[in-house]
């Protein structure tokens, strides 16, 4: 059993940038994929960015060239680093870890919320 504990969420101008993280209770052994997902009102959620455990990286579209996700290993830390927000990257973002079990296996944040306005 694992927790995903998610902070950094706020309120930025357009333009402006904010850095996520996200905390797992434990450490992380197995094969695993950390991910960040944002759902914002009225859509489906929606997969942003991941990292595998041996540091591979993909990014939707939509972000790639302004976000970065990185992990900090001994940590256990996830971190989603945004730039150049724009108002339709508002959403409620959740850390995901899906992970090697006897089967894959789900670990969810509780979701912080990001508001790109002025």
């Known amino acids: 059993q694992v927790q995903l504990v998610e902070s950094g969420g706020g309120l930025v101008q357009p333009g402006g940038s904010l850095t996520l993280s996200c905390t797992a209770s434990?450490?992380?052994?197995?094969?695993?994929?950390m991910n960040w997902y944002r759902q914002a009102p009225g859509k489906e959620r929606e997969l942003v960015a991941s990292?595998?455990?041996?540091?591979?990286?993909n990014y939707a579209d939509s972000v790639k060239d302004r976000f970065t996700i990185s992990r900090d290993s001994a940590k256990n830390t996830v971190f989603l680093r945004m730039n150049s927000l724009k108002p339709e990257d508002t959403a409620v973002y959740y850390c995901?870890?899906?992970?090697?079990?006897?089967?894959?296996?789900?670990?969810w944040g509780q979701g912080t919320q990001v508001t790109v306005s002025s």
């Open positions: 990292v595998t455990n041996a540091g591979s990286t």
């Open positions: 434990r450490n992380i052994f197995r094969i695993n994929t």
């Open positions: 995901n870890l899906h992970i090697m079990g006897s089967g894959w296996y789900d670990y």
